[in-house]
């Protein structure tokens, strides 16, 4: 493209954009004390108009460099396709020093000295959201089932933990487990609907099972409370031993075992560990089983059903393992997220959420452990980075998942080492010949 045809493409994109921000933000309405007054900002309109033009202009410079990078990598060879850039090389070499330096700075991250109670409730968040994306990532990642309806789980999970816990006292030690059974049941049942779906349809499906269970949950007010949700949740412990500054007598609180001062930090740093330790027990029990017989028929049915089914493989049970095995981990995440929150209703568990965990897969390159750490980072952190534009928070979120679609398309670390490879299955076959 030409830079007259480009320069007339970023004038029509800035008109376009001028029209429809003139009655948006062209105009806002105060309050006088009687009737609304109307106070007119038409250089915001100017602004909107020349950001558009300017984005435009690199936009379409971005993709012609795009397209000439593919031109010359066609011209090239096979050389130039063996070249990878600096994230796909990061990818690589995620497992063997990414991950365990981010989990060395995870673990030391309360003890920092800018890590006030702010920061440690904002890491909490960010790896719920990474125990979700790990979870949704078998399904998604490994398995190749597209799920709209995952927060489903997460939903079951939360209100399996309040309810046990309000109406039968269990701990959450006890409920936890449960609760996993439970959203676990709960993927069984989904999955036996969708056996014979794929793509867009099954996609769908879950998204219908994902609305049926909020609906449920918003409708059953005998055992959910409906719309006006479940507070009074229960906070666990340290082994029996309270987080309260006045304990009940014969009982002996964590700062008196400990021989601290009271402070309700010690609360938020508990709660940090524990969802930690749970996302390391996901991530542990992901990285095995793609070891694993189940593991590596999941990549089979993700590469080919047809050829699955060829190879002797039971897609029906891999499906249901995908969608079981998902699902408890994120009822796991739901009991935890009830028990920090203390409070939950059907309005936490909305399809914005299931579009947000999906999201965070698809970002960070699906089957990419590392790779969905740095995207629930970046997703979670960057609407609290906003929050002072509370106005147009949802649009910078949105324009920075456009723009990672376009740079990085496949995702952040895209780089996926296969589990098995052909070649060393050959050489230790092959390892007594001469």
Same mark, same amino acid.
Request: with cysteine; net charge positive; hydrophobic share 55%.
């Given at each position: 493209?030409?830079?007259?045809?480009?320069?007339?493409?970023?004038?029509?994109?800035?008109?376009?954009?001028?029209?429809?921000?003139?009655?948006?933000?062209?105009?806002?309405?105060?309050?006088?004390?009687?009737?609304?007054?109307?106070?007119?900002?038409?250089? !915001?309109?100017?602004? $909107?108009?020349?950001?558009?033009?300017?984005?435009?202009?690199?936009?379409?410079?971005?993709?012609? !460099?795009?397209?000439?990078?593919?031109?010359?990598?066609?011209?090239?060879?096979?050389?130039?396709?063996?070249?990878?850039?600096?994230?796909?090389?990061?990818?690589?070499?995620?497992?063997?020093?990414?991950?365990?330096?981010?989990?060395?700075?995870?673990?030391?991250?309360?003890?920092?000295?800018?890590?006030?109670?702010?920061?440690?409730?904002?890491?909490?968040?960010?790896?719920?959201?990474?125990?979700?994306?790990?979870?949704?990532?078998?399904?998604?990642?490994?398995?190749?089932?597209?799920?709209?309806?995952?927060?489903?789980?997460?939903?079951?999970?939360?209100?399996?933990?309040?309810?046990?816990?309000?109406?039968?006292?269990?701990?959450?030690?006890?409920?936890?487990?449960?609760?996993?059974?439970?959203?676990?049941?709960?993927?069984?049942?989904?999955?036996?609907?969708?056996?014979?779906?794929?793509?867009?349809?099954?996609?769908?499906?879950?998204?219908?099972?994902?609305?049926?269970?909020?609906?449920?949950?918003?409708?059953?007010?005998?055992?959910?409370?409906?719309?006006?949700?479940?507070?009074?949740?229960?906070?666990?412990?340290?082994?029996?031993?309270?987080?309260?500054?006045?304990?009940?007598?014969?009982?002996?609180?964590?700062?008196?075992?400990?021989?601290?001062?009271?402070?309700?930090?010690?609360?938020?740093?508990?709660?940090?560990?524990?969802?930690?330790?749970?996302?390391?027990?996901?991530?542990?029990?992901?990285?095995?089983?793609?070891?694993?017989?189940?593991?590596?028929?999941?990549? $089979?049915?993700?590469?080919?059903?047809?050829?699955?089914?060829?190879?002797?493989?039971?897609?029906?049970?891999?499906?249901?393992?995908?969608?079981?095995?998902?699902?408890?981990?994120?009822?796991?995440?739901?009991?935890?997220?009830?028990?920090?929150?203390?409070?939950?209703?059907?309005?936490?568990?909305?399809?914005?959420?299931? $579009?947000?965990?999906?999201?965070?897969?698809?970002?960070?390159?699906?089957?990419?452990?590392?790779?969905?750490?740095?995207?629930?980072?970046?997703?979670?952190?960057?609407?609290?980075?906003?929050?002072?534009?509370?106005?147009?928070?949802?649009?910078?979120?949105?324009?920075?998942?456009?723009?990672?679609?376009? !740079?990085?398309?496949?995702?952040?670390?895209?780089?996926?080492?296969?589990?098995?490879?052909?070649?060393?299955?050959?050489?230790?076959?092959?390892?007594?010949?001469?």
């Amino acid at each position: 493209m030409t830079p007259a045809q480009r320069l007339r493409d970023a004038v029509l994109a800035a008109l376009v954009a001028a029209a429809l921000s003139f009655p948006l933000l062209g105009f806002e309405t105060v309050d006088t004390g009687g009737p609304l007054g109307i106070n007119t900002r038409f250089a !915001w309109v100017g602004y $909107a108009a020349g950001i558009v033009f300017v984005g435009r202009l690199a936009f379409m410079a971005l993709l012609d !460099w795009h397209r000439q990078r593919g031109s010359r990598v066609q011209q090239n060879g096979a050389a130039a396709v063996e070249r990878r850039d600096f994230l796909t090389w990061l990818g690589s070499k995620a497992d063997a020093w990414l991950m365990p330096a981010l989990i060395a700075f995870a673990a030391v991250l309360p003890f920092l000295p800018f890590a006030d109670r702010t920061v440690v409730d904002l890491a909490t968040v960010v790896l719920i959201y990474v125990m979700l994306g790990w979870g949704l990532n078998i399904v998604v990642g490994l398995a190749g089932l597209l799920d709209l309806g995952y927060v489903a789980f997460y939903a079951v999970g939360a209100y399996t933990y309040a309810i046990l816990a309000i109406q039968f006292g269990l701990s959450f030690w006890i409920c936890l487990p449960l609760a996993g059974i439970f959203a676990a049941t709960f993927g069984v049942i989904l999955g036996f609907p969708v056996l014979r779906l794929r793509g867009d349809y099954l996609a769908i499906v879950t998204l219908g099972f994902g609305e049926i269970i909020r609906i449920v949950l918003l409708n059953w007010t005998e055992v959910t409370s409906g719309s006006n949700g479940i507070s009074g949740i229960p906070r666990p412990s340290f082994f029996g031993f309270p987080f309260t500054a006045d304990p009940p007598d014969g009982e002996t609180a964590f700062h008196q075992l400990l021989g601290l001062e009271f402070s309700s930090l010690h609360r938020i740093v508990f709660l940090y560990y524990v969802i930690l330790v749970l996302a390391l027990i996901t991530n542990l029990f992901t990285m095995r089983i793609r070891k694993l017989p189940v593991g590596r028929a999941w990549e $089979a049915l993700r590469e080919d059903e047809i050829a699955c089914k060829a190879l002797g493989i039971n897609p029906t049970n891999t499906k249901l393992t995908a969608f079981a095995i998902g699902a408890m981990f994120g009822g796991f995440a739901g009991s935890f997220f009830a028990t920090r929150q203390g409070f939950i209703s059907p309005e936490s568990f909305s399809f914005i959420e299931s $579009a947000v965990i999906l999201a965070i897969v698809v970002l960070g390159g699906m089957g990419s452990q590392a790779g969905i750490v740095l995207a629930a980072a970046f997703l979670t952190l960057l609407p609290e980075l906003a929050r002072e534009f509370s106005l147009y928070r949802m649009l910078a979120f949105g324009a920075a998942m456009v723009l990672i679609m376009i !740079w990085r398309p496949q995702g952040l670390l895209s780089y996926r080492e296969p589990t098995i490879r052909l070649s060393k299955l050959k050489a230790s076959a092959g390892g007594g010949a001469p």
